[in-house]
């Protein structure tokens, strides 16, 4: 059976389309557009007008693209959609736009989702933690064997940290605003309790849009395909870098940066802010990369 996931998240929205045998997902069609329905979200708690057009008119297009595929059509929302005022009027759009329903889901479903997804194919055998970075929210999941025993959807993303911190595009960023954006998410994770997520031994496991970017740019790849990274490896010292680097730039200069897709490049010091926290809290060396997540998850799962 063809089906296909439509993941609307704060930043971007993306689309998988495969073909799921015998619990096995054969990629035919993987695509993202980042459209940042959650912009200015983090001071008014209203989904603005002209992201939710910019955003359903998104979906529309992956919908009738999976359509000409003959795929099962399955639409998620995550963040932005669990904490909007206005959610139910993008709900509304979409359903009269496209005719589909838009299944928000709770974080816990999220990091769930998430981690069937992000361990898929990776063999571990033994205690691993996972993080999601999105646009809104950061989800984590601690597990062994490749079988979930805990899960924390903390509301720190890319998007709202960096219109919190970073909101000068023309200029670099000083780096005591990139001290206080990392105090500021890891005292967010301290709340959310993921400093019980350490353990003697463990495998860590990145996941979500800025990750898979961060990888591109350690592998100065000239064309970003995402599906290259899948396996390798970030370490603090090469997040510490990329810290200084875009901070050092403005984001005219980083959108010229090789492997870094220049839709991220307002936001991807965010991202780089959050994984190093994580990493420092989680005392874990370094991160291996996995380009699977909520929606190879959820096509996993069955939806």
């Avoid at 959610?87 to 928000?104: K, L, P, Q, T, Y």
């Avoid at 860590?204 to 390798?232: D, Q, T, W, Y």
């Avoid at 730039?249 to 010091?269: H, Q």
Wanted: charged share 20%; hydrophobic share 45%.
């Amino acid at each position: 059976m063809v089906k296909a996931v439509i993941d609307i998240g704060s930043n971007s929205i993306k689309m998988r389309i495969a073909r799921v045998e015998s619990g096995r997902v054969h990629v035919i069609r993987d695509e993202t557009e980042v459209v940042r329905l959650g912009r200015g979200m983090s001071s008014t708690g209203l989904l603005s007008k002209e992201s939710m057009i910019l955003s359903c008119a998104a979906v529309s297009r992956m919908v009738r693209k999976a359509s000409h595929c003959g795929a099962e059509i399955f639409i998620a929302g995550t963040m932005a959609l669990r904490t909007a005022r206005n959610a139910s009027d993008f709900v509304n759009m979409v359903r009269e736009s496209c005719g589909h329903e838009v299944h928000i889901f709770s974080g816990n479903d999220e990091a769930r989702y998430s981690w069937l997804g992000a361990v898929d194919g990776l063999g571990l055998d033994g205690n691993a933690v996972m993080f999601d970075t999105g646009g809104g929210s950061t989800e984590f999941v601690a597990g062994t064997g490749g079988e979930m025993k805990r899960a924390v959807s903390v509301p720190v993303g890319a998007v709202n940290l960096s219109e919190r911190f970073f909101p000068a595009v023309n200029e670099p960023v000083r780096k005591s605003a990139c001290d206080e954006a990392i105090s500021f998410v890891r005292n967010m994770l301290l709340d959310g309790g993921i400093d019980a997520f350490k353990s003697s031994e463990f495998q860590v496991i990145g996941v979500g849009g800025g990750v898979v970017a961060m990888a591109g740019v350690k592998n100065a790849c000239e064309n970003f395909v995402p599906s290259r990274l899948h396996g390798s490896i970030l370490t603090q010292k090469d997040i510490v870098r990329q810290i200084r680097l875009y901070s050092s730039l403005t984001l005219k200069e980083r959108e010229n940066i090789i492997g870094l897709p220049k839709s991220r490049a307002d936001v991807i010091l965010g991202s780089a802010c959050i994984v190093f926290a994580a990493l420092r809290l989680l005392n874990a060396p370094s991160c291996i990369v996995s380009i699977n997540g909520l929606r190879h998850g959820l096509l996993l799962g069955g939806v």
